[in-house]
């Protein structure tokens, strides 16, 4: 079973790592070879503390899951120094979260366990007899998920507002793949299972790599869902949603693999194909011509919502939230009470956000939105900004056909400059953190 990467919880240590001899605790004539060797600090982050046993388990579990997906390990003393690094960037925006006040509660970290076990087609009970079985324990998992989504949501909050994607860009990407066209464009839905082989691969590794690849098929040959085998068997980043890579048009897919596809019905899954990545098992979920039409559902929706900060706190938001929708429950009206209350940039039109595209907002969002009919007020929802109280006004079927290439090229423009955001941003963080090294001598 493919499982997230791990990311251990840091914890405020005082304690300075020492040697301590045996008989300093129980003296005894052999005292001098018993030594017991506690755990110290190999790091001070600002005001966290990385201790050796955190940096040995982590050293740990990514070795193992390098050496489960066939790929050669850096020496120890490179993959130790690489992973101290990972840990120290961890630990800086996981302080800063805290100062922002981002927390994740239980029931927010059980649904995202919930769906991790659903999307391995197990119930929590048996996805934690898996973790315990590759050795990782439930408590330690959990904890790594809260980190795993207070930095996402971090990231969420630092970078969307320093990025923009302006018309002439737009207008500058549409142009270079209109010039790439070939007058026979298709656009393919797609889903992949990568079995990924090293970069300089021995004859043992591409064997290995085959009968992981015969596994795979044979599992899809028997009936089994192609995202769960994805999910058992893919080295990809995606292979626990599955696999998908969305919509492809054909000048975004490699000539070798174009060739496959179009001899392909939707549904039906290809042969092994090999790529310098290593093996790829490809389906096509849909498929559609370039210039066929779009028609899209748009929602009128209008929102109020309440950010976090040092000020407020989870429960203080969440409390604001239930007052606010008792009063429109009482026949409050909402678009006052937007512009009252409402922290965001649509509180002076009445939390009006007019009308939206599916995937135009954050997926809780989304998700509550898509749940509601016409005229009706959610309950308090969290999301990464904060907690929102949600109204769809009204819905339509809109004909984006034109519009579709544009939002798709503003995505995927966007896309890429946040993941450049991103890295600047971490480089930012690093640099103007106090970080003290306290284990030099194993580097």
Known sequence: MKLLNLKYKLKQLTLVGIYVATSLLAPTTNAMNDVVKLDRIVAIVDKNAITEQELENKVRTVSEQLEKQGKQLPNARVLRKQILERLIIDSIQLQMAEQRGIKVNEMQLDKTIERIAEQNQMSVQEFSAALSNDGISYSAFREDMRDEITIARLKEMEISSRVNVSDGEVDNYLTTQENSKDGSQEEFNLSHILIRTPEESSPEDLEKARVKVEQALSELSKGENFEQVSATFSDAPNALEGGNMGWRSSNQIPP????????????????????????????????????????????????????????????????????????????????????????????????????????????????????????????????????????????????????????????????????????????????????????????
């Open 256 to 443: 070798a693999f174009l060739e496959f596809l179009k001899n392909l019905t939707v549904g039906e899954v290809s042969k092994p194909i090999r790529s310098p990545n290593g093996f790829h098992i490809i389906k096509i979920n849909e498929k559609r011509s370039a210039d066929s039409t779009l028609i899209v559902e748009q929602t009128h929706v209008r929102h109020i919502l309440i950010k976090l900060n040092e000020v407020v706190s989870e429960q203080e938001a969440k409390q604001k939230m239930l007052t606010l929708k008792e009063r429109l429950d009482n026949g409050a009206d909402f678009a006052e009470l937007a512009r009252q209350y409402s922290e965001d940039g649509s509180a002076s039109k009445g939390g009006d956000l007019g009308w939206v595209n599916p995937g135009d907002t954050l997926p809780e969002f989304e998700k509550e939105m898509n749940g509601l009919a016409e005229e009706e007020v959610s309950s308090p929802i969290r999301t990464p900004f904060g907690w929102h109280i949600i109204q769809v006004l009204e819905r339509r079927k809109q004909d984006m056909t034109d519009q579709a290439a544009r939002f798709q090229a503003r995505k995927e423009i966007f896309t890429r400059k946040s993941e450049e955001a991103y890295q600047d941003w971490l480089h930012e963080l690093r640099d103007r953190a106090f970080v003290e090294l306290r284990l030099e001598d194993t580097f």
